[in-house]
């Protein structure tokens, strides 16, 4: 028998059903890393794991509705996810839930896990808590969690360790040890370069095997402070997530110089976060092998970059050359004028940590991939 056009398009539909059928089944059954997809959301923060058991954890779903939840989503249907298991909502800023009901539409969420009520009441927050989150969440589990708290995962290590301004009394394993950076170090006070909910972030440290990482939502500089002083209950990661988008707010030599991580990760925008004090602060960082970005970042300019390999997405208005100088921090609080965001293609960066503690990190962009081999 002759095949008719129909029939060409038919049989090959199903034979790439088959395919794709039994590749997805196959990435699934040999998943054996913990995925880490930093998803770019334009200078807010989004951040998904998934586990070698396929369970997920989403921290934040970024800003401004549409554009985060589909970018989201994207990272979700590559991990191969059909659901999500936990959705933690660091603070209500919203570069941080403005994409939660977008991500919700499109594939379900079982577990919406929070600080408890806003300590800063806004138009905007006081419209996603009273009517967008309770639709959300009473339609599957609400939870509210305390610093101490775990987060349900086999073979993960998911420990809350900061919410609501409340530190962890008891280390984490690995935890306890002298910070020798506190005693000369005097915090900032808050106000005004961060808001009110910066320091109330659910924060978390996450271990998988002997592969560990936290993520602090945006705690600010007095908040790591309280945390991490005068003991450091947390002990040293192999990644620093988040970085509460780069900004001088946050990043004290407290934290990110205790934790001594070997890659951090920055969730920065083009003009947000990636200054010249930052910037300064992980270079000197001891141990830090490399920083990633999620975006070339004009306050840092040329002088304070990293390379662009490490920089998951690229501006709009492309210039034939960076410029040397940083351009100054437009001023934040919450008369500041909205981030710029980029229209063009999102690249996310991955991490892929084995149970070893070796991990390996992609720019989606450019393609380029480094593995960190476990050396302790
Ligand atoms: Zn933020």
Redesign the pocket.
Known sequence: MQLRPAHYTRALFLALTVFAASLSAQTHAQRSTLDIYVIDVE???AVLFVTPADESVLI?SG?DGVISASRIVAAAKDAGLSQIDHAIT??Y????YEGLAGVAAQIPIKDYIDHGPSAQPNPRAEQFLQETYPALYNRAKHTIVKAGDKIPLAGVDWRIVAAAENMIKVPVPGGGIPNPYCSSFAPPSDAPTS?VE?PQSVASFIAFGKFRTVHF??LTQKAEFELMCPKNPIGTVDVLLGL??G?MSSNSIVAIHALRPRVAIM?NGPMKGGEPEVMKTIHSSPGLEDLWEMHFSALSGQEYTVPGMFIANLLDDQQPTMPIAPKPAPPRGPNRPPDPLHNGAAYWIKVSAQRNGTFTVTNSRNGFTKTYENEK
Request: without cysteine; aromatic residues 0%.
């Open positions: 200078g807010g923060n934040d800003r660091t603070h800023d919203g570069d941080h808001t910066d939502g945006d509460h988008h900004q969730n």
